[in-house]
Structures are given as structure tokens and as C-alpha cells.
């Protein structure tokens, strides 16, 4: 009778071993560990670029904003913290109003705020930076660089949330205002109470991402000599001829501080999104 080679056991030993990670780590410890694998790699990479170590330590401060810039004012990433801050402020409010002024039965109200959104979403931010910038003081109005700053980036991504807000109202069911309707709430109440509510778990995600946008395009904001993260990132290179370690400094703070906002965005979404926990 003839004798079959058994298959070896290792790869068997192996593949029982891979099935069973999944019930020895939950999700949540695979995906640290996922991260912790790829941001080794990224730092790996980073590493490469032979850095001076030392140059990022001695700038750090400035960066992060922890020392005040010449003026007695804010500088790095406290000043950029506090332009996206503001300009998020305005920017809702701005892009609120005009997703109204969108569901409006007002031709005028329907013109300004499509033409609002037409020409900020149809023009380059940087333009849009130097002509209030530079084109104010020619009818009297002398800005300062970061209430220019602020009030460019606030048009500018008022005018992409305008689209979001409208989106995310028009989504909502038309049958829950009916029914609002019918158990005699006013329109107002039912927008506010019933429509808006929903509408933010829609609205949430899109709007996240462009105030994450809005971070990263701070930095044009340097262009009129504001000592943000990028300015401070750029004339330190100069002084120092050593760009890789302060552009990369940039970098990893830009980065922080998105995570800081997805965090936000992840305990918004969890909050407005009770009433779908189980269908996800």
C-alpha cells in the first residue's frame, strides 16, 4: 500500500495562527497597530533626509507658537490655530446664510448668494487673498494682513459651504416636515428642531474636510508677511539654509492639528448619528 507524504506542518501551524489574530486583537488594537506600522514607515522615510535635529529644537518654540512673535502678537501654529478658528466662525455663518438665501423663494436672495458662490468657488484663494488684500485700500479700506487673511478665507469657504448646507437640508425627507406639519409645529420650530438636526449627519463629513482645507490654506496667508507656521517655516530655512528640517516641522504640525479636528468630527458624527448606530 502506498504511503502519501503528509503536508507539513508549519504552514498549517502558520495559517492557524493568522486566523486566530482577529480573535486575540480586537479592531481597535489592529488599528493602532496599522497605524503605528505606517507611521514607523513615515518616519522612516523622514529619516532619510539626514535632519538636523537640533535646528527643529531650537526653532520649535516659534513654530508651535509657544514664544510670542516681535510684536507682542501670536506667531506659528497658535496664530494659524486662531485665523482657521475665526475664519471657521465666519465661514458657517456666511455659508448658512446663502444655502437659505439658495432654498429661498426670492430671486434677489437666489441671485446674490449664487453669484456669492459662483465667483469665490470659480477664482483662486491666493487672488482672492491679495485683492482684498490690496484692492480695499484703493476705496478707503485699509485692512490689516490677518483680518485680510480672515475675512478671504471666510468667502472663500463660505461660499463651498453654502453648497454643503443646501445638500444637506434638501437630503432630509420631505415626509418629516409633513408630518411636523400635521401635528401643528410652526416651520420655524420644524427647521430648526426637526430638519437641521438631521441634516447635520450629512452635513458633518463634507464640512470637516474643508475646515481641514481651511488649515492647510492658512498658509497663503504668508504671502502678506502674517508669521504663520509657513512663514516662520520658510524664513528659518533661509537664515539657516536647512528647509527640509523646518518644512517637515511644518508638516507635523499641520498634521496635529488636523488630527485634533477629525477627533472633533468623529465625536460630532457619534452624537448626531444615534438614531443610525444600529443600522451601521
Known amino acids: 500500500m502506498t504511503a502519501f507524504p503528509q503536508p507539513p506542518r508549519l504552514p498549517r501551524l502558520a495559517a492557524g495562527m493568522l486566523s486566530a489574530l482577529p480573535r486575540l486583537f ?7 497597530l496599522t497605524w503605528a506600522a505606517l507611521l514607523a514607515l ?9 535632519l538636523k535635529f537640533s535646528v527643529i529644537a531650537d526653532k520649535w518654540p516659534n513654530l508651535v ?11 506659528g501654529a497658535a496664530l494659524t490655530l486662531f485665523l482657521s478658528v475665526c475664519s471657521i466662525i465666519v465661514s458657517v455663518l456666511l455659508g448658512f446664510i446663502a444655502a437659505l438665501a439658495r432654498l429661498s423663494s426670492s430671486a434677489v436672495a437666489f441671485g446674490i448668494a449664487t453669484f456669492y ?30 483680518t485680510a487673511g480672515i475675512l478671504a478665507l471666510s468667502l472663500n469657504y463660505g461660499a463651498y459651504l453654502s453648497e454643503i448646507f443646501r445638500a ?13 406639519l400635521a401635528l401643528g409645529m410652526r416651520r420655524g ?11 447635520m449627519r450629512t452635513i458633518l463629513p463634507p464640512t470637516t474636510n474643508q475646515f481641514i482645507s481651511m488649515l492647510k490654506d492658512s498658509s497663503l496667508v504668508s504671502v502678506m508677511g502674517v508669521w504663520e507656521i509657513m512663514f516662520l517655516a520658510q524664513s528659518y530655512g533661509r537664515s539657516s539654509y536647512r528647509y527640509i528640517e523646518l518644512l517637515t516641522a511644518a508638516a507635523v504640525i499641520y498634521w496635529l492639528l488636523s488630527i485634533g479636528l477629525e477627533l472633533i ?12 448606530q444600529e443600522r451601521r
Open 26 to 32: 480586537g479592531f481597535r488594537v489592529r488599528l493602532y
Open 42 to 50: 513615515c518616519v522612516a522615510f523622514f529619516l532619510t533626509f539626514d
Open 65 to 75: 507658537g509657544i514664544d510670542l512673535g516681535p510684536n507682542g502678537f501670536l506667531q
Open 117 to 146: 458662490a459662483s465667483f469665490f468657488r470659480g477664482t483662486p484663494l491666493l487672488i482672492q487673498i491679495l485683492l482684498i488684500y490690496l484692492g480695499l485700500p484703493q476705496i478707503g479700506l485699509v485692512p490689516g494682513a490677518i
Open 168 to 180: 444637506g437640508i434638501l437630503g432630509v425627507a420631505h415626509g418629516q416636515r409633513e408630518a411636523a
Open 189 to 199: 420650530v420644524i427647521f430648526w428642531r426637526i430638519v437641521l438636526p438631521q441634516a
Open 265 to 276: 468630527q468623529a465625536r460630532l458624527e457619534r452624537h448626531y448619528g444615534k438614531g443610525f
